[in-house]
């Protein structure tokens, strides 16, 4: 199945205590390109992230967020800072005591000052963080591919369409090439008729010329392989395999095909036909550029 560079996936879940979303999105590119956006305690599975994105996409510059939120209540943990307390009570009763002061000293008065508490959060397992992420990320992946899937869809059928006329026009070309050798005999027969009058026309010479000319413009090579060429961008089309990289150089060798009939080309309607046929293999060109 063809699938689209171009792809958006999310998913959101809660596991294990973890509020996790991931989203996946990817635009054009020659290669895989991979980026991750993440908490920084999380950065140990980028490269798991990353092998196993790589091996459900071939193409496209991919970027990753994922988003974490624990909603443990007892992965934070808050601490006196006793050493901190103790001299600080210390010092609120010499105050006290020195200028004979009333001691009011309260666990409020205390809890305002920040300095009182160390405030730190449980360690995680790592193997707790990637059970709550990678099934999420595997979600958004589906999802992901789903949407490239739909959108090469588009792609192949926009492609066929265009290989279907190119093909037409192919036959039209092979039908009118005969065509223009006719003309030519009928053309050089009677200027030669003008030129010498009554005189005996030499039938030979004329085959002889209308053989080279023949020679000259002829297609049939070329048709021939734009025809094979065509064939094998909709069998690629039919792969279950990336296809994008292949059909880029096959529509190469179509141009190739297209611009020496062009060259051999000593009739209009030819010539306007080779036009044609170049602008639907620039559309195709353009439609595989977003092909994986």
Do not use: W
Not at 84 to 110: C, F, G, H, P, R
Not at 117 to 125: S, V
Not at 189 to 216: P, S
């Amino acid at each position: 199945m063809v699938r689209s560079m171009t792809g958006f996936g999310r998913a959101k879940n809660q596991i294990g205590g973890f509020d996790v979303t991931v989203e996946i999105k990817s635009v054009n590119h020659r290669y895989f390109e991979f980026s991750c956006r993440m908490p920084r305690a999380y950065n140990f599975l980028e490269e798991k992230i990353k092998s196993y994105l790589n091996q459900k996409i071939s193409r496209g510059k991919v970027e990753v967020s994922i988003l974490v939120d624990d909603l443990n209540q007892n992965s934070t943990v808050v601490e006196i800072n006793r050493e901190y307390a103790d001299a600080y009570i210390k010092a609120l009763n010499d105050l006290s005591k020195q200028y004979k002061l009333k001691n009011d000293v309260k666990v409020s008065t205390l809890a305002n000052n920040t300095e009182m508490f160390k405030i730190r959060r449980q360690q995680i397992e790592d193997d707790v963080i990637e059970a709550a992420i990678m099934p999420v990320l595997e979600e958004a992946c589906e999802n992901f591919i789903a949407m490239r899937s739909v959108e090469g869809e588009r792609l192949l059928k926009d492609v066929v369409s265009r290989t279907d006329y190119i093909l037409s026009r192919v036959e039209f070309i092979e039908a009118r090439s005969p065509i223009t050798v006719a003309a030519y005999q009928e053309k050089i027969t009677n200027k030669i008729k003008d030129l010498l009058g009554d005189n005996t026309v030499d039938e030979q010479r004329i085959l002889t010329e209308v053989a080279i000319f023949a020679d000259k413009v002829a297609v049939a090579e070329e048709t021939v392989r734009l025809r094979s060429h065509i064939k094998q961008v909709t069998g690629l089309l039919e792969s279950d395999e990336p296809v994008g990289r292949k059909l880029d150089f096959i529509v190469q060798e179509m141009n190739r095909e297209t611009n020496t009939i062009g060259s051999k080309a000593q009739d209009i309607e030819i010539a306007h036909t080779v036009v044609d046929i170049k602008s639907e293999i620039e559309k195709i060109r353009e439609q595989i550029q977003n092909m994986e």
